[in-house]
Nanobody, 117 residues
Framework: QVQLVESGGGLVQPGGSLRLSCAASGRTFESYFMGWFRQAPGKEREFVARIRWSGGSTYYADAVKGRFTISRDNAKNTVYLQMNSLKPEDTAVYYC??????????WGQGTQVTVSS
């Protein structure tokens, strides 16, 4: 059974940092694209960043480019999202995603990130 378990969310002031983690289990994700998405209240879920498990190529949404960094730890089967220079508009529930060219798609349960003073 595939499981993606996010952690690391919380309340942070504008300009602060958080690191989200996504622990993946239940299968081999070597050929998968691992991604982070977010959904703010009243808005649709949107893409944030992704990384190819093998090779490590990355891609970011324009809104987070230069502030967020996605990475993975093969030994721990974990994907991270380092978020710096956070803004109130980054407030959302952040979801981890594992996708294999659209044929297999898994989601985590989400972790809340709130950026507020």
């Amino acid at each position: 059974q595939v499981q993606l378990v996010e952690s690391g969310g919380g309340l942070v002031q504008p300009g602060g940092s958080l690191r989200l983690s996504c622990a993946a289990s239940g299968r081999t994700f070597e050929s998968y694209f691992m991604g982070w998405f977010r959904q703010a209240p009243g808005k649709e879920r949107e893409f944030v960043a992704r990384i190819r498990w093998s090779g490590g190529s990355t891609y970011y949404a324009d809104a987070v480019k230069g502030r967020f960094t996605i990475s993975r730890d093969n030994a721990k089967n974990t994907v991270y999202l380092q978020m710096n220079s956070l803004k109130p508009e980054d407030t959302a529930v952040y979801y981890c995603n594992a996708n294999y060219y659209g044929s297999s798609n898994y989601w985590g349960q989400g972790t809340q990130v709130t950026v507020s003073s």
